[in-house]
């Protein structure tokens, strides 16, 4: 076939081996978490004493943890106890009822909260509260993030909290939101006798967003000071980055998303210096935490950017000026691990050798002399670096090899294995075959990744259902060259289901320069590409083309609905959980910053919505969600759920009272039901047999995540 690349090539001729003379896994096993033994946990690494040592944490017989400094030459492990004495800090504080995010400062001596939408701090010696800000509200919140900051800028990590200390202690960095002219979302949570609604302050595309404030604190003076810019104006802020220097700066973006400027802003009169601006035509990822990295000494910096088409690294100096790019190429830059600033080196991971794996370089910061430290047709996490460079100790992995650690010279060469996940049952279970294979898309333009799990005592002339398990969102790529295996995975291996993993052009593997074409169409190129993959699978004489389940929640679960309509005739099953069906109905940030807004994009929004193609469902499709989704509200499952009647299609719905976007996480057992009910979708449809009894026996322990 002409339409598609295999980089590693499916043998329609795997070996049988018999099944009977390994373990099965069981129900107990596979979803109430009974331990199978087929893993074991990685030695601890605590750390490096020297660059010839290194801290190793070991369970002694008697149950206690100890102390081991470890030879990187000979291995010979003794107990050490570490004397470095470590900087007291206060911890003697008690947080007042109903304080948000308390946070010592970095001295100890002080902590900053939120109560009712107002800044204070307490101090740790008096335990006196005093004050920062005086005119929080139900829609003015200062220091404690609007919706849409929280889910999409600052991160649900966040927890709410909007305000940041500066390194010496003596100032407060907080936004102030003014969510007065934000339109608000009911959403119905049933309670009681009558319920009640939440009023949500909710910003759907082309709506106010909340208008936000910068404020710097002195702590000794008490006294607030805005940075200057203008609160009315269409504007994104990113978190607060305190340099080495005790300077702010912020990052700045227009509500177009296209424009990035950071600023570096006086404390003493809020003045706003510029000191990197970027543009493109697309957009430009604010919430982006590893953007900048100072060196040590705090004078210059390097910058992660995907402006050439791919996350790249530059150096800059101390007023933003770009030295020279220190990567270079059509590859994905990670993370940097550490930065050598005497030797003038960085140590960090990419994605350059193959997009489904990370590999370990360090390079010159004069963008020279690019080396990769890792070997093998492997996946590296981690890089724990000795003091002085000579050695490091990392993990890697592949489809068929399980997570390994090892020590390794700085040249890349292997001391020794530390330990690997392999446990003492590891090799008395029947491990599915896996593969990895490219896919060529519709246009001729990407080799897209698939991920494929055979059933157990695989036979290819007899034919299997498939179930495509996706999430499908910008820059969010599931299928990876490493290791990664479940009880869970292994039961439906054996009972006969091919598990596949698709990603699309859109996923990372391609960079921004794949991304960039889902700009203004957010989906469209997406299930086009997954539409191509699926019509590869059908094309394979093991593959039932009737039996084509697809599931996916959120992004997924609007993927997995355009596959159950756009492509309909490729997919035959579907679950939707907590699922975008129009983008009109969904926050600004997000979707504007892929889409622009509906009075834009008028097109590119019709185009993208599930709406648009309901009257093409002819297989199954089953949508969950819960009431109080408070992230994708349910109105958007309504929404299909109208049209879908209107047009007196078959669908199946299964709601989820109170639950929120995460079914399960209010109510353990609504979790356990919508799992329970996902796994006898797949036996009835899939695998066209009644699913076990056991499935409904109350679940004896928790249960894991679907």
Known sequence: MKNFVALVVLSTSISLVSFAQKKAVSYEQAFNMKPTNMSKPLPQISGWIDDTHFSEMRRESDGKTKSYSVNVKTGEAVLYEN????????????????????????????????????????????????????????????????????????????????FWWSPDSKSICFMRFDDSQVPTFPIYVIKEQHGYLENESYPKVGDKNPEVKIGLVNIETQKTIWADFNEKDDQYFGAALWTPENKLWISWMNRGQDHLTVFDIDKNSGKKT????????????????????????????????????????????????????????DFTVGSIYKMDEKAKLIYFNARKENSTRWDLYQASFDGKNLKRLSFGDNSFTGFNLSPNNSYFIT????????????????NGKQIRELGNTKGEEFSAYELPKKELVRVKSADGLFDLPVQITYPINFDPTKKYPVLVSIYGGPNAGT?????????????????????????????????????????????????????????????????????????GGSFGGYMTCMALTYGADVFTHGIANSSVTDWQFYDTHYTERFMDTPKENPEGYKITSVMNYADKL?????????????????????????????????????????????????????????RTEAYNFYYQHLLQRPMPEIFWQPAKQPVRPF
């Not at 946070?103 to 939120?114: E, H, I, R």
Request: aromatic share 12%; hydrophobic share 35%.
């Open 395 to 410: 993990t890697y992995s592949n489809l068929q090899t399980p997570t390994t650690m090892v020590l390794m010279d700085i």
């Open 479 to 551: 299928v990876y060259d490493s290791w990664k295996t479940s009880a869970q995975e292994l039961w439906w291996a054996q009972e006969g289901m091919i598990q596949v993993a698709f990603d699309n052009r859109s996923s990372g593997h391609f960079g921004k320069k794949g991304m960039n074409f889902i700009h203004r169409q957010l989906g469209k190129y997406e299930i086009e590409d997954y539409m191509q993959c699926g019509n590869w699978l059908k094309g394979k004489s093991f593959v039932d083309g009737t039996r084509i389940g697809i599931t």
């Open 83 to 162: 004397k470095t004495e470590q900087p007291q800090i206060k911890k003697d504080f008690s947080a007042p009822a109903g304080a948000k995010n308390f946070t010592q400062s970095p001295d100890g001596a002080l902590a900053a909260y939120t109560l009712n939408n107002d800044l204070y701090i307490r101090n740790a010696e008096t335990k006196i509260d005093t004050r920062l800000s005086f005119d929080g509200s139900e829609f003015i919140k200062n220091g404690y993030a609007s919706w849409v900051y929280f889910e999409e800028i600052l991160g649900r990590a966040s927890r709410y909290k909007a």
């Open 618 to 674: 002819k297989g199954t499709l089953r949508i969950v969600h819960g009431t109080s989704d408070d992230n994708v509200h349910m109105q958007n499952s309504l929404a299909l759920i109208n049209k879908l009647q209107d047009l007196k299609k078959h669908f199946e719905f299964m709601v989820y009272p109170s639950e929120r976007h995460g079914i399960g996480a209010v109510n353990a057992a609504k979790g356990i039901h919508n």
């Open 274 to 329: 510029s000191i990197y601006d970027e543009q493109q035509t697309t957009w430009i990822d604010l919430d982006q935490d590893d953007r900048i990295e100072f060196l040590p000494s705090g004078k210059n910096f390097i910058l992660k950017s995907d402006k050439s088409g791919w996350a790249q690294y530059y150096l800059h100096d101390a007023n933003g000026k770009e030295m020279n790019r220190i990567t270079n190429g």
